[in-house]
Every structure is written in C-alpha cells, then in structure tokens.
C-alpha cells in the first residue's frame, strides 16, 4: 500500500475521489506470487473452518449502487477508526464500473500495524464487523464481514504491497476496457462450475489475474524507462 503519500481520515472529502495508486503511492510494488494458497492454508487462517459453499458463486452485471454502498461503509468505518485508520480503498470488481462482479464490497482499511489488533478490531467489533481471517504470514492481513451489507474488510499495514496491488489492478481495469471485459468473462465462464470453497473460485480466475498484472507491470516498466 502507499506508504508516502497516504491520506489522514480528516482530509477535505475530494481526497477520498483521489486514490488512484497513481496519487496515493509512487512505489511500485513487486509483482504477485504465482503461488495459489492451499485448501489447508484457508482453513488454518480462517477463524473457524473455510465456509463450504451452499450454491454456485454468483456473478452479477455492474450495479450503479456499489459505490454508495462502500461509502456509507467508509463513513462508519472512520467514524469509529479516528485514530487509526490512515486510509480506505473501494477495491475489487464492485469498485470499476461497468465490471461483472459477486455483489461483495471489498474495501482496504490500512493502519500503521495490522499486527496489532488492539488498535483497531474492539473498534470494529464494536460497530458490528467480525473477524474472520486472521493471515499472520501474509503481511498481517486481517479479514472482517459487515455487519449488513456484504462486505470484505480487510486490513493491512501502512507500506504494504498487496493493497498496493490492488490498486494497480482496479485502476488498469478502470482504464482499459478490453482487459475489464476479459476478466468479466473468465469470471461468468468460472463461475458456472461448483466448488466447494470460494477460494476454488477465486483460483481458476488466478491465469486470467496473472496475465493482466503481467500487462500492468510490462507497462509500468515501459513508463519508467521513458
């Protein structure tokens, strides 16, 4: 995640329209791991056991809504996090218009430490979200459910590079339609099999996911070269 130009919560709201990695970061991150995490990795990590499926995943056209949706989700979030959220990202397929996605907001909230729990999740907690993945080994990525809308909350540490990642890939899909409706189509296509975990679902894609990165980086590299 950016770890130079970041915003404080009590930044005019404009701000909060302005987190492309482009302005929140100029470090480029490293490229994403080809690795895809084990059956027994998630179950370790989730609290609990990995959910099992009860139905095909569900892949939805584009709702208009979504951004409305990760905003009230922002101002609950803040309004709770004063002291320690640095800031928060609409991230994942809900956040680029016009892109298929399930109807889950998922949104990044970056702290100085995710390690340390006590800064953040009583707080949290507190206003309806659940703990529910807890990743030590993986830049102390936390995961959190909403408390009404279906959300993914996760949550990582100030300078680290999977949410910046995440930025990258939300706003080169925000800007290059060919590649949105690639990913559009590999998920519709995925999402027709059964699996039993989402984390199945999420692994099929993985091919797709790396070719596009691979375009992001590619191009990133020629940018930087010029």
């Known amino acids: 995640m950016p770890d130079e130009m970041t915003f404080r919560l009590d930044c005019a709201p404009i701000a909060w329209l302005e987190d492309s990695f482009a302005v929140m970061s100029d470090r480029l991150p490293p490229t994403p791991s080809s690795a895809v995490p084990s059956h027994e990795h998630m179950d370790k990590v989730f609290l609990g056991s990995q959910p099992v499926l009860s139905s095909k995943v569900e892949v939805v056209d584009y709702d208009p809504h979504w951004p409305s949706l990760y905003e009230s989700e922002r101002a609950r979030i803040s309004s709770v996090l004063t002291d320690a959220a640095i800031s928060l990202h609409h991230v994942g397929s809900t956040s680029v218009p016009g892109l298929a996605a ?30 529910v993945i807890r990743e030590e080994g993986w830049e102390e990525h936390r995961a959190f459910k909403g408390p009404d809308t279906n959300v993914n909350l996760h949550v990582w540490s100030d300078g680290a590079d999977e949410p910046a990642r995440h930025l990258l890939f939300r706003d080169w899909l925000r800007e290059h339609p060919e590649d949105r409706d690639l990913y559009a189509a590999t998920k519709r296509q995925v999402a027709l099999e059964d699996w039993k975990y989402i984390s199945d679902y999420n692994a099929a894609k993985a091919p797709v996911i790396r070719d596009i990165y691979a375009r992001i980086f590619a191009s990133r590299a020629k940018e930087t070269a010029q």
Do not use: C, F
């Not at 970056?110 to 979200?129: C, D, F, K, M, R």
């Open 102 to 131: 399930k109807p889950v907001i998922d949104i990044d909230l970056i702290v100085a430490n995710s390690a340390n729990e006590a800064t953040y999740l009583p707080a949290l907690e507190g206003a309806g979200y659940r703990l």
